[in-house]
T-cell receptor, first 114, second 112 residues
Framework: KQEVTQIPAALSVPEGENLVLNCSFTDSAIYNLQWFRQDPGKGLTSLLLIQSSQREQTSGRLNASLDKSSGRSTLYIAASQPGDSATYLC?????????????FGKGTLLTVNP | DGGITQSPKYLFRKEGQNVTLSCEQNLNHDAMYWYRQDPGQGLRLIYYSQIVNDFQKGDIAEGYSVSREKKESFPLTVTSAQKNPTAFYLCASVPGGNQPQHFGDGTRLSIL
């Protein structure tokens, strides 16, 4: 069964700290991996998408890496701010099934304290 | 601005009643999706549609129905057969291929 796991489920850090969120997946045959942000009561906002041929993607203070062979991705957030507080979800588009069907992890709830 | 509009934001269902959640997109995307989100469970796929007049069941389709008569619209009906409908429902779309999914702001459904 193709699954996506995110650890930890929750993380609390002081403002200014650099942090890493983890995502693991059970099958290395993937098209892409996406990181999303979700604010309370809202929909998901796409942060970064890494194609299977790529090793990392960067956007501002965010950097996402992908290691297909080990089934792992990390989202690195530099110089965290209270506005970064949200739930971060990892989603994988596995090969072999529907070309558009994402499998989501359960998310990491991040709290950045002022 | 282009985007996905879900309505209503909050919805209440009585026992034995069918309710319909609206999802409209003006992004000209081919594929659309419906997800259900429960606390601690992540997102689970209910139905998806890759083209007009065609749709497929996701992982938890029982008690739900959809239609795709227009490219812009993908309404979801929660039928009385769905015994535990209380959840946050999210609609998404994607242009195709290896592109990011775009999400609406969701509809929260509760039972009266």
């Amino acid at each position: 069964k193709q699954e996506v796991t995110q650890i930890p489920a929750a993380l609390s850090v002081p403002e200014g700290e650099n942090l890493v969120l983890n995502c693991s997946f059970t099958d290395s045959a993937i098209y892409n991996l996406q990181w999303f942000r979700q604010d309370p009561g809202k929909g998901l906002t796409s942060l970064l998408l890494i194609q299977s041929s790529q090793r990392e993607q960067t956007s501002g203070r965010l950097n996402a890496s992908l290691d297909k062979s080990s089934g792992r991705s990390t989202l690195y957030i530099a110089a965290s701010q209270p506005g970064d507080s949200a739930t971060y979800l990892c989603a994988v588009l596995f090969s072999g099934g529907s070309n558009y069907k994402l499998t989501f992890g359960k998310g990491t709830l991040l709290t950045v304290n002022p | 601005d282009g985007g996905i509009t879900q309505s209503p934001k909050y919805l209440f269902r009585k026992e034995g009643q069918n309710v319909t959640l609206s999802c409209e997109q003006n992004l000209n995307h081919d594929a659309m999706y419906w997800y259900r989100q429960d606390p601690g469970q992540g997102l689970r796929l209910i139905y998806y549609s890759q083209i007009v007049n065609d749709f497929q069941k996701g992982d938890i389709a029982e008690g739900y129905s959809v239609s795709r008569e227009k490219k812009e619209s993908f309404p979801l009906t929660v039928t009385s057969a769905q015994k535990n409908p209380t959840a946050f429902y999210l609609c998404a779309s994607v242009p195709g291929g290896n592109q990011p999914q775009h999400f609406g702001d969701g509809t929260r459904l509760s039972i009266l």
